[in-house]
């Protein structure tokens, strides 16, 4: 049969575009000569190369992408044409593309036009700027032309360049149904609207499979906050259930924009719960579509924070903030419109909002997989969820978190992801003749998955029609709280959502209260300012870039809490995972608390010797401390030599368990106060590394200890250099502060190595110290400034005494 147009025009270099066989493709005997090997093309080509070639279409296609994308780099906007670099790498197609038996798959083209084959497929796309030369006259233009195997010399020049965007834009290309098929066209390839029936058969299909490891659809027995609400997608109203109602949540953004601000109010509640009230409202484009949705998902009820929650009702809406873990813990899933825009105006690709028409184009590049000629699905959701806007948002946080599963409406694409396995519409595009999303239509006939969702320790299985795919077990931390969620995932969490955006820095703790109930249930622990009170002594060790200044408007939190820091906190010890015993602690303090409700109390921490779960007192009953096993570990002997002689140890902890009584009454002052008896030494603070007598300017950087004679004691974790410069001593200027310990422990495996390269065993051991500053106005009371670790051997040359400390 005879194609209706010829052949394109193309450049020489672009030759081998024009060629099925660069495809790895089985039709009638069309297949890839090259059999299971990859034909993946990469060339290095300049923008001028580009534009000398008007006439050809793969020329042109890619030309056309870098002028989309470098309206919005202004570099580029400039940069001489010869000197930006596009290096090309194709084709790839949306499937993983490997076999069990690590061989390629070919792939089925489309054949519904009878005059062509179409084949849909992708290309990586990275533009570089070169450095520009001194004089760009009479330079003979570098080929940059670079196919595998062929390398050319003039790369050279483009390693290092940086990069200044990589897009995968989508396309399809046609080539004739002949004897010999060859390129008739090659256009855009996008897909303006999702299709209902796939969502419907992800839910479906988890159900099926996963069942109650994902959501239990018998919540019976669950019990929702008091003043619950949801939306009656059916009657268009707002309405208050007796009993537990299968329900789905809604997460978005607020646009905060003027006119698109309804709300339930105690003034309008009464109207809302009218049938069709909703209808006369104008509401946010993206309710009204996720309303809209759920109808079509067959979901009648579905939950919307700023029309569940009475806005204005001072006494109901700390419940239902207070119950986040259990309103979304409990929705059957989450609609999450994952979005880069808070305007409000609807969900990309629904109904009559087509998405972006060039949208693979903008969109997060797909990780390509040269080999297979796929794509890599671990990191889909980490490109197209983890870059939104929503995904920086605080409040977002705790949604994304405690729904257990979750159906992202993005820009681009639709992600689904449960407890057990995760779905992109990506993997379903490739099979078009079974699904062919059609705007306003719902369903599909196709036939039945054989996928099975079963753990794996090779390669991930996927369905080809579902685009369904088993969970890595590599992957990383997962935004899912379970039962075996530990105390390495809090602070993994921690470190990501003091990251995010507040709009009101006194939300640092309202948009954390929904993990935190969960957390606490999970940890068995009571949670303190965001803090879970069990692991109180590891969790004191967070650090920032500079100096933890304190929120303006959250001086009520105290300074020992992460949530009082303007800025982003982390735990080093978190990313230390060969490393079991730098997790581990010695514990050597008593910590009480000021309750702002029960006043002073013990707290429940737990009291560990390491790789040991015991209590500061049975300790001190021992004459030598439990053993430790494992590589570079010091001796008992020296061990138990090392810790007699510090000033601060289990058995000198047990001596001094009584709080000062003037040091509790000041306390009661402070709510949320911490108070304990411990070491404190009056150390110096001093640049951590200097050349020929200057110290090194970095921007953050750890800072050194010295005790009263000049020696190095121990170091600050990530201090401003102004800082450290501002509070040194100087001659003639003697500066001290007070440094105060809270645990002990062993440094870092890498650290262990080299001092047992060396013999430098006395360093193996060290206390976890934390910089404070004392309020001139009340006696033992004091504010974190930065924590720190101390060398065990070195404390007592730093003349510590025994204190009661309230912290603040």
């Known amino acids: 049969m005879s194609s209706k147009s010829g052949p394109l025009s193309l450049c020489q270099r672009c030759q081998e575009w024009g060629k099925i066989n660069i495809h790895n493709m089985t039709y009638g005997d069309i297949i890839n000569q090259a059999g299971d090997k990859s034909t993946t093309i ?23 992408v870098y002028y989309m994308r470098s309206q919005v780099i202004p570099v580029l906007q400039s940069w001489p044409a010869r000197r930006i670099v596009v290096c090309i790498t194709g084709p790839f197609y949306l499937d993983k593309g490997i076999s069990n038996a690590g061989k390629l798959l070919p792939r089925g083209p489309d054949i519904s036009d009878p005059n062509y084959i179409a084949i849909r497929m992708f290309l990586k796309i990275e533009v570089s700027t070169l450095p520009l030369e001194s004089s760009e006259e009479n330079k003979e233009e570098p080929s940059f032309t670079y196919r595998v195997g062929q390398v050319n010399v003039a790369m ?20 004739s149904n002949e004897a010999t098929p060859v390129l008739c066209d090659i256009n855009e390839w996008e897909i303006p609207f999702f299709n209902i029936q796939v969502l419907r058969d992800w839910l479906r299909h988890c159900d099926e499979y996963h069942g109650k490891q994902c959501v239990d659809q018998n919540n019976k027995n669950a019990t929702l906050p008091v003043g619950f609400r949801v939306i009656d997608t059916h009657d268009m109203k707002i309405l208050q259930p007796n009993g537990f109602v299968r329900y789905v949540a809604l997460s978005y953004m607020w646009s905060g924009e003027s006119g698109n601000d309804i709300q339930l109010e105690e003034s309008n509640v009464e109207g809302l719960e009218v049938k069709d009230s909703i209808r006369a409202l104008s509401i946010p484009g993206v309710i009204a579509d996720a309303i809209a949705l759920c109808r079509d998902l067959g979901e009648r009820f579905l939950w919307v924070d700023r029309l569940c929650i009475v806005q204005d009702d001072s006494v109901n809406k700390p419940i239902q903030i207070n119950a986040m873990d259990r309103i979304y813990s409990l929705a059957n899933f989450t609609i999450v419109a994952a979005l880069n825009t808070r305007t409000g105006l609807g969900l990309p690709g629904f109904t009559n909002r087509p998405r972006h028409p060039r949208s693979s184009a903008w969109a997060p590049p797909h990780d390509a997989e040269v080999e297979a000629q796929g794509i890599t699905v671990q990191h889909i959701i980490d490109g197209s969820v983890g870059t939104s806007l929503w995904n920086k948002r605080a409040w977002t946080f705790q949604e994304r978190l405690l729904s257990k599963r979750r159906l992202f409406i993005t820009e681009y694409q639709v992600i689904y992801e449960c407890c057990k396995g995760q779905a992109t519409e990506l993997l379903t595009w490739g099979n078009q003749t079974a699904y062919e999303p059609i705007a306003g239509q719902d369903s599909v006939t196709r036939g039945d998955s054989s996928f099975e969702d079963e753990e794996t320790s090779g390669s991930q299985q996927i369905d080809e029609v579902l685009g369904f795919y088993t969970k890595s077990q590599y992957s990383g931390n997962s935004y899912a709280i379970k039962e075996t969620s530990s105390i390495r995932d809090y602070c993994f969490w921690v470190k990501d959502y003091t990251t995010r955006q507040l709009s009101f820095g006194t939300d640092i703790l309202n948009a954390f209260i929904g993990v935190g109930n969960a957390l606490g249930a999970a940890l ?67 910590f009480y608390y000021q309750d702002p409700g029960q006043g002073l109390r013990r707290l429940d921490v737990e009291e560990r010797w390491m790789e040991d779960e015991i209590s500061i007192e049975d300790l001190s009953r021992r004459e030598d401390l439990p053993a430790l096993s494992g590589r570079r570990i010091p001796g008992e002997w020296r061990t138990n030599r090392d810790w007699r002689d510090c000033p601060q140890n289990p058995w000198r902890a047990v001596e001094h368990q009584t709080l000062d009584p003037d040091a509790c009454r000041i306390a009661a002052m402070f709510p949320g106060a911490l108070i304990f008896n411990t070491t404190v030494a009056s150390l110096g603070i001093d640049h951590m590394y200097y050349k020929d007598g200057i110290p090194e300017k970095y921007q953050v950087f750890n800072a050194s200890l010295s005790n009263i004679s000049g020696e190095h004691v121990g170091i600050l974790s990530e201090l401003d250099f102004d800082w450290v410069e501002a509070h040194r001593s100087a001659e003639g200027n003697k500066k001290l502060f007070d440094v105060i310990v809270v645990s002990g422990g062993l440094v870092k495996y890498s650290m262990r190595n080299n001092y047992a390269f060396f013999g430098y065993w006395d360093k193996m051991w060290l206390l976890n110290v934390m910089l404070v500053q004392r309020l001139p106005c009340k006696p033992f009371v004091a504010r974190r400034v930065a924590v720190g670790t101390v060398t065990l051997s070195k404390w007592k040359d730093c003349n510590p005494r025994w204190e009661t400390v309230v912290l603040h």
């Not at 990469?42 to 056309?64: F, G, H, M």
């Not at 483009?158 to 290309?173: C, H, K, L």
């Not at 109180?536 to 820091?565: D, F, K, N």
């Not at 735990?571 to 581990?584: E, G, I, Q, S, T």
């Open 42 to 64: 990469k060339e290095y080509v300049s923008i001028e190369q580009l534009a000398q070639q008007p006439y050809c279409a793969i020329c042109t296609s890619i030309l056309n």
């Open 156 to 175: 050279k020049e483009v390693s290092g360049a940086p990069t200044q965007f990589t897009a995968t834009p989508q396309f399809v290309m046609k080539y």
């Open 524 to 590: 068995s622990s009571r949670m303190l300012y965001g803090i879970p009170e069990k692991y109180l002594a590891q969790c004191l060790l967070w650090s920032t870039s500079g100096v933890a200044y304190p929120r303006g408007e959250t001086y009520e939190i105290p300074s020992w809490s992460w949530a009082s820091c303007l800025s982003p906190v982390l735990y080093d010890w978190r990313y230390v995972d060969y490393d079991r015993y730098f997790f581990k602690l010695a514990s050597l303090v008593y």
